[in-house]
């Protein structure tokens, strides 16, 4: 019924993407969440994800990144104790602070760097800072598989082909390009190349032996569980159409 569920973080960032889906939700939603325990509505997240068997726990974020979350090592400890046993964990960051949170970031079963680009330039346009991590030094400390995940925009798009050559060059084993929501522009992907599969309905493409996905929103066919920060669980896949299905759980503790 589900293909996986989003654990979203909110609070302070430690980048400031003009794209930042937090901006598009009502700001309820981004209740901090970054020092609580346990998290608003974990136990309503745990009973869905056991009854319907979700193969997949995400911890990703609306305003935040994962990684900032002051418990993200008890609450993975946590639900591997809680969750069936087939469930997987995974985790989608920015990765500013993979390499000092090593240790966590390897507790996961898999993991997604959004990493739009390289250059310092581009990368300060889509992501509000210029330190682009040290995604080289990444992919080799890591014990666990390590996708990239770029969203496309007009600031990164002219230089794509090199982008793609880059994580290629890098070892990147899984890319995908992802186009922003809403947004009705068609950016050319490994123009002239046949896709060799198809994946909830985008288009799979192999660069050399590196998985290469194009993902449209729109035509994304996924169902998701969401845990927003204040509570709320939905289940739209598109975060700004969520309806509440349990409402926010009182009286938790925050430290």
């Known amino acids: 019924m589900f293909d996986f569920a989003n654990v979203l973080f909110a609070g302070p960032c430690n980048r400031a993407c003009p794209f930042c889906i937090g901006k598009a939700l009502p700001g309820a939603l981004n209740r901090p969440n970054l020092k609580a325990l346990p998290l608003p509505g974990l136990d309503q997240l745990i009973q869905v994800v056991n009854q ?10 609306t305003t935040s ?4 979350y002051r418990y993200e090592g008890e609450l993975i400890d946590l639900l591997r104790t809680r969750l069936h ?4 964990f995974s985790i989608h960051t920015n990765g500013a602070r993979v390499l000092n949170r090593l240790e966590i970031f390897n507790r996961y079963d898999r993991a997604c ?3 739009p680009s390289f250059d310092p330039e581009v990368y300060e346009k889509m992501m509000g800072c210029r330190a682009v991590p040290d995604v080289a030094q990444i992919l080799r400390r890591a014990t666990i598989p390590v996708k990239i995940s770029a969203v496309l925009t ?9 982008f793609i050559e880059q994580c290629h ?3 990147v084993r899984r890319l995908v390009l992802r186009r922003l929501f809403g947004d009705t522009r068609r950016w050319a992907v490994l123009a002239g190349q046949t896709p060799v599969r198809v994946f909830r309905n985008n288009p799979v493409f192999d660069f050399r032996g590196m998985e290469v ?14 845990l927003f920060a204040d509570g709320t669980l939905g289940t739209d896949y598109l975060l700004m159409k969520t309806a509440a299905l349990v409402r926010p759980t009182r009286g938790v503790r925050a430290c």
């Open 65 to 68: 990144d994962p990684q900032l």
């Open 169 to 171: 060059a890098l070892g």
């Open 113 to 115: 760097l959004s990493i």
């Open 52 to 61: 319907h068997q979700i193969p997949e726990v995400v911890f990703t974020g």
């Open 213 to 226: 996905t194009y993902w449209d929103f729109h035509d994304a066919t996924s169902r998701s569980v969401n």
């Open 85 to 88: 046993p087939r469930a997987r």
């Open 154 to 162: 007009e600031h990164n798009a002219p230089g794509l082909e090199a």
